[in-house]
């Protein structure tokens, strides 16, 4: 891992630790001391679900879910493959998903349109960020830490070609190393 590979830091340890205490007094007062299903989608959310939850004060039980990313050029069909299923239950439970990021908004559209069918009492997204720009898919994501502008950004989690996760900020990729200009 090269830190020239990394164009500028857009939002540093201290910033993201200020954003996921934000996320959590919101969620901690909207449900209001319920039980939760803090689902949480593989592998980028992992490091952020991590914080977030030891700032949840209800009842929580944690649960995993991985949907197959889209081969590189193809367009969603709105559909997502599950790689990796949620072990719980849903029916009657309150499910919050936990994304790193929302871009196009087909994985997250597709994932709830699906779980919503198992009669979970509700359905809500927590997303540590968002690029509004490139969204194909409207999707309701009821918590959003930070929009951000259309740029590729790896670190706390979120990688490119599986590397720059275990960076412990989040930082703007360069974009040769994903063959862009520059
Ligand atoms: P969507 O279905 O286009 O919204 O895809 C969202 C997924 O794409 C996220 O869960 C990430 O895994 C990945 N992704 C989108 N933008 C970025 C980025 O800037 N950095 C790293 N991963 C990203
Ligand atoms: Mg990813």
Do not use: W
Not at 10 to 19: N, R, W
Not at 81 to 110: C, Y
Not at 115 to 139: F, G, H, N, Q, W
């Amino acid at each position: 891992m090269n830190k020239d590979d990394i164009k500028y830091v857009l939002f540093s340890e201290g910033e993201i630790a200020q954003i996921v205490e934000r996320l959590a007094e919101r969620i901690n007062a909207d449900y209001g001391g319920e039980e939760i299903i803090v689902g949480v989608v593989l592998k980028g959310s992992l490091t952020f679900s991590a914080d977030l939850i030891r700032k949840l004060d209800m009842p929580i039980r944690l649960d995993f879910i991985q949907a197959s990313s889209y081969g590189s050029g193809s367009k969603s069909s709105g559909k997502v493959k599950i790689k990796k299923d949620l072990e719980n239950d849903i029916k009657d439970k309150h499910l919050l998903l936990v994304e790193d990021i929302i871009d196009s908004g087909n994985t997250l559209a597709g994932l709830k349109a699906m779980l919503k069918d198992r009669e979970p009492a509700s359905v809500k997204i927590c997303a540590l960020l968002s690029k509004p720009s490139r969204r194909e898919t409207e999707i309701e994501a009821e918590y959003i830490g930070a929009e951000i502008p259309d740029e590729f950004v790896v670190g706390y989690g979120l990688d490119y070609d599986e590397k720059y996760r275990n960076l412990p900020y989040i930082g703007v990729l360069q974009p040769r190393v994903y063959g862009g200009g520059e």
